[in-house]
Structures are given as C-alpha cells and as structure tokens.
C-alpha cells in the first residue's frame, strides 16, 4: 500500500455539481479504471456482468485480501472465476473457477460474496460464501458454496430456492438475484422471487443457523399492485443500527422515461422486517431519479451521520445521503466511473471510511465488456470509527 502525502481534489465532483469539495487530510493513493478482466477472444460471447467484491476482514485477517467474482459465459460449461487482490484492487489474479451444481445449467447468473463475521453451523467466521443463480431449461437456482481457504477452493453447501426457467413476464417463476447478510445469530439469503402469484415479482428472504436448512420465504417488499416488480436486493447496516434496503421498482409508473427501474428504499431496525416500511424513492435534490440495479453502501465518513452511497445502473451516477437516508437529502454526484450494471461497492480500509472501490462488472449490450476497479472518494470529513472490521483489535488508523 503506497501512501503519499499530497492534498487532491476530490474526483467525482464535476461541474455537474453545484458542490466542490476538497479534502487535505487524507493521504491515499487512489487509481482509477484498471483492467481486471476481460474474455478470451476465442470466445463467442465474451460479455461479463455483475462484478462482485469482498474484503476478507471479519476474522482479524491483517493482510487485506480482495476476492472478486463477475459472471461470464464460458463455451461448454460455465463457471464463476474468482480471483484474488492483494493490493487493494490494483492488480488482479485468478484463484480458482467455481462449478455449480444443478445438472446441465446453461449459465450462473448473479453471484454475491460475502465473509462470516461468526460462525454458523460447520462453517466458522471467516468462511467465505458464494452464491449464484444458475439458469437452465427446467429453473432458476439460487446455490450456495463455501470456501474455508481464503478462496482457493469451494465446496457446495445448499440450494435455498427454486423456481421455474428464466422469465421476467407475469406468469414467471423464477428466482433471481441473491443477497447474503448475517443479523442477530441468523444468516439471510435475499433474492428477487415471481413465484407467488399475487405478484408478478417480489423479494423475499430466506433464513438459516445452519446454512443447511432455510425456513419458508418472507416478503421484504411486495407491492399491491400484481404489475409491479421490485428487485435486486441489496442492504447496508448504517451507524444509527438501522438497515438501508435498496431495491429497484420495475413497471412503476409516474417516473422519467430514462428511470426505467426506478430505484426504492425502506429503513428498518433489522434486515428481515422491511416488509412492513415505507417504501421511498430515491429522487436526488437535483430531480434525478436514481434508477436500475442499485449497490449500497454505508461509511461513517462525510459527516456526524456518516454517508449512505448508492450506485445506480441507469447512468455513471452515484446518489449520497448524509442523514441516515431523509429523503429530502439524497445528493447526485458523477462517479467518474463510467457506466455498469450493478457496481458493487467496497469500504477501503485505513482511508477513515473515505475511499470506497467501485467493482464495475460491465454492462449490457452498449457498455463495456470488462471488468474494471477504480476509487471513488467520499465528499467530507473522514472518520475514525472502523465499522468494517470484525476484530475488536484491529489496526489503529496510521493517519
Ligand atoms: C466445447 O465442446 C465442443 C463439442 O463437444 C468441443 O468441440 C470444444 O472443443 C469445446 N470447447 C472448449 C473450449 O472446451
Ligand atoms: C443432462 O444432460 C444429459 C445429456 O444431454 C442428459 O442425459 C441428462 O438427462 C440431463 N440431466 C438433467 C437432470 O436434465
Ligand atoms: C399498476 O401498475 C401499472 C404499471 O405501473 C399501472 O399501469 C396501473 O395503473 C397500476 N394499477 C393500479 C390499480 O394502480
Ligand atoms: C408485517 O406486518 C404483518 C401484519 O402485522 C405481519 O403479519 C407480518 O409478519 C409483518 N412482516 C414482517 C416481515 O415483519
Ligand atoms: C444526524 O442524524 C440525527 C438523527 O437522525 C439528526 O437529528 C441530525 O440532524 C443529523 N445530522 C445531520 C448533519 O444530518
Ligand atoms: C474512467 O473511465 C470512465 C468511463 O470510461 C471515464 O469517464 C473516466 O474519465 C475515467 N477516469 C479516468 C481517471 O481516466
């Protein structure tokens, strides 16, 4: 990790912006835009989607390693790659190639990686898990893998949902998009779920203690009327101990032509009861609706509340919300970025919860077909609280 002690203005804020921020404390060096992956080019189709990032750090791990996953569509049989940082998203290696279960799967959609902060069932804290939607002629999969070698190799554990072939019309019955987090002694898998047929789509999780067996399905966020499709789960616990769900509303009417998904929101105090919160949406100052595939995030930088981040797929932008998610106080800011379908969002360590990575997967037909990783920082003050840490005596900040 190099450190240089240069002031910068902050990237990101452009003249779009009626903010210009600067930040003179911090001393990081940052990147931008560096190339993790691209297909071979022998390869039919060599587009990529979906990019995922975890740092390994809710086991006391002091060496800071990155893995990442990204779908692709290898010929024959398929696989999610997962390679491996060491320097904090700069470079990039392959570690292994991960094979799904279900027989005869024509591709693994999706995936999502997540750390265990504590143990559940035979799997101890620092497990890394890995899930993905297989499609194939007959469902949808949502599967679950392990690795208890820092992503070298990973086993299967369990499938937690089922559904029919994939099919976003009314009438599917599909599962779609997993999400993990653990809350409270219990780990739950979110996924985007058309199976009841009261709506044409809905979220849903599932939960477990033993990662073995799932209890029935609850609803995180159901509309009312059948038309109306809510997906892509994705939550984040901010300082006040509440949980952001942010989540894209599909069909909802009322909204700009280029929000084609526009994005919604709901705050509760734990992860598995949103289904009884508000639903908002997220409309920054600016009148932008934030729309498409939505990743967010919470760091207790840029402000008493610290900053909720937001990227949405529609455009480069990112939405910031320095109050614990008021709805009058969502900010659009220009990631400097580039576009990309469902970028994730990672809290770089010792930066005072400033530098976040952006892991941009690729988009569909129009965008790019890579995988990049760059640094976005976020506007304000840094902080001294380490939320991302798991260990009770990890690193004093070196600033
Ligand atoms: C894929 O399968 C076909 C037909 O079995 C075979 O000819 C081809 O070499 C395989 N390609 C790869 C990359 O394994
Ligand atoms: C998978 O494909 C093979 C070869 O076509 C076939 O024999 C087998 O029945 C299929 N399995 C399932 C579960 O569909
Ligand atoms: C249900 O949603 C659709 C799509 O937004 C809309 O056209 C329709 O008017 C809505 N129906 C009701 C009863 O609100
Ligand atoms: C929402 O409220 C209803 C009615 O009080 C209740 O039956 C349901 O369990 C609640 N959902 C969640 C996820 O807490
Ligand atoms: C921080 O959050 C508290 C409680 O929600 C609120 O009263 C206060 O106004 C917020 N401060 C800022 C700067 O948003
Ligand atoms: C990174 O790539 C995006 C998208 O192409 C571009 O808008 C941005 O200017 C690039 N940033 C740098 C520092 O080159």
Known sequence: MLFLSLPFILAGITAAS??????????????????????????KNRGTLYGRVVLLNQNCEDDNVLLSTWTV??????????????????????????????????????PFLYELGQPFG?????????????????????????????????????????????????????????????????L??????????????KLSHQTSTDLLTWSAPVNDAASKNYTLRPGMTSIAKMGNDKFIFSYELDKAAGFPAY??????????????????????PLVATDGTVASSAPQIVWTPAGGPNGTILTSA???????INTAYGDPSAWTRVVSGHGIGYSRALQII???????ILVFNGGSWQDG??????????????GSSLDTISNCPSSDPDED
């Open 349 to 355: 360590p010792d930066t005072d919860g400033k530098v």
């Open 368 to 381: 790019p077909k890579e995988v990049s990783a760059g640094d976005f920082l976020i506007p304000g003050a």
């Open 188 to 201: 739950g898998v979110f996924y985007s779920d058309s199976r009841d047929p009261l709506h044409s789509q």
């Open 18 to 43: 009626p903010l210009l921020l600067r930040d003179t404390t911090l001393s990081y060096d940052t990147f931008d835009n560096v190339t993790v992956y691209t297909a071979p080019a022998a390869w």
């Open 73 to 110: 569509n290898a010929p024959n049989k398929t696989y999610l790659p997962i390679y491996k940082s060491l320097d904090l998203g700069r470079t990039w290696t392959e570690l292994t190639k991960v094979y799904f279960k279900t027989p005869n799967y024509t591709a693994i959609a999706q």
């Open 122 to 186: 035979d799997y101890p804290a620092g497990t890394i898990f890995l899930s993905g939607n297989t499609f194939s002629r007959t469902g949808t999969a949502i599967e679950l893998h392990a690795s208890l070698d820092q992503g070298h190799t990973f086993v299967y554990v369990s499938t937690v949902a089922t559904g029919g072939a994939p099919n976003t019309n009314d009438g599917g019955t599909s599962v779609w998009e997993p999400f993990i987090l653990a809350h409270g002694g219990t």
């Open 259 to 280: 929000a084609k998904q526009p994005i919604h929101y709901r705050i509760a105090d734990s992860p598995f009861e949103f289904d009884n919160s508000t639903e908002l």
């Open 313 to 319: 797929s529609h455009a480069e932008d990112f939405f």
